[in-house]
């Protein structure tokens, strides 16, 4: 009976201590391109040991859906857009708590398992064995935005366009390429990079940056968050030396701020 007891205490001790741990941690909501999925993920671990008191929620998809979320008072408190215009549209709106700041530029890429996008490059979209060409929503994704920029900047988009298949945000249309549902596709490079693209073995080649406006990826404290320690917390983080070191390695160029 004693051992009981002493069982059913540690329980409701441990309990306790658990439960006041999640009570004293102070939540912040982000919402982030899906591009960055891996990236921030891992750059979000190690924000976490460094600031164990704040519980960080992350969501990923399409700027353009979280754009429409936030302008109809979603309460998230900190952005990680695909591109600059979103956030700096936010800042019109006044639905912002910070400067919008420009953290990474993004890259394009051609990636397939069917062929090998370095023999043609561009060119590797108009074979005759290429059925579908998965690119992201180019309404709501910058990434899929950027990709039709290049088609038209290589004079080949009136060609291909009857072949696309959109993606709601760039993960999904990576996703159509690595399930056999489009035969190759324009893609970010910081998800080709990741452990499980690799394991797919595609192939992939750069997009020429010349071809599109610059991938200038931008975030901002929103209004719900203005004043808010731990985002402005995590808003500076993503400029720390730690953080640029993780958006490199995912092929992103940065230019702290």
Not at 139 to 165: C, R
Not at 180 to 205: C, F, H, Q, W
Request: aromatic share 10%; glycine share 6%.
């Amino acid at each position: 009976m004693k051992a009981r007891k002493r069982h059913l205490f540690i329980v409701t001790a441990f309990l306790l201590l658990t439960f006041g741990t999640v009570q004293g941690q102070e939540k912040i909501t982000i919402v982030a391109a899906a591009n960055l999925k891996i990236a921030l993920d891992s750059i979000n671990s190690v924000f976490k040991i460094q600031n164990p008191g704040i519980n960080t929620q992350i969501t990923y998809g399409a700027s353009g859906k979280f754009f429409e979320q936030i302008s109809n008072s979603a309460p998230f408190d900190l952005f990680f857009s695909a591109d600059m215009d979103y956030p700096k549209k936010l800042e019109e709106k006044k639905l912002t708590g910070s400067k919008v700041k420009m953290y990474a530029t993004g890259k394009l890429v051609i990636w397939s398992k069917k062929t090998d996008p370095n023999k043609s490059k561009i060119n590797s979209l108009l074979s005759a064995d290429i059925r579908k060409i998965a690119i992201g929503n180019p309404a709501t994704a910058p990434y899929g935005e950027k990709a039709v920029e290049s088609l038209k900047f290589y004079k080949i988009y009136d060609k291909v366009k009857s072949k696309l298949v959109f993606g709601e945000n760039i993960t999904q249309a990576t996703q159509f390429i690595t399930t056999g549902n489009a035969d190759i596709g324009i893609t970010a490079l910081s998800l080709v990079l990741t452990p499980n693209m690799k394991k797919e073995g595609g192939r992939y080649y750069i997009i020429p940056q010349k071809s599109h406006t610059p991938l200038e990826q931008g975030c901002v404290i929103l209004k719900n968050a203005k004043g808010k320690a731990s985002a402005v917390k995590f808003y500076n983080f993503i400029s720390s030396k730690k953080a640029i070191a993780v958006l490199k390695y995912y092929g992103y160029d940065t230019k702290a701020q």
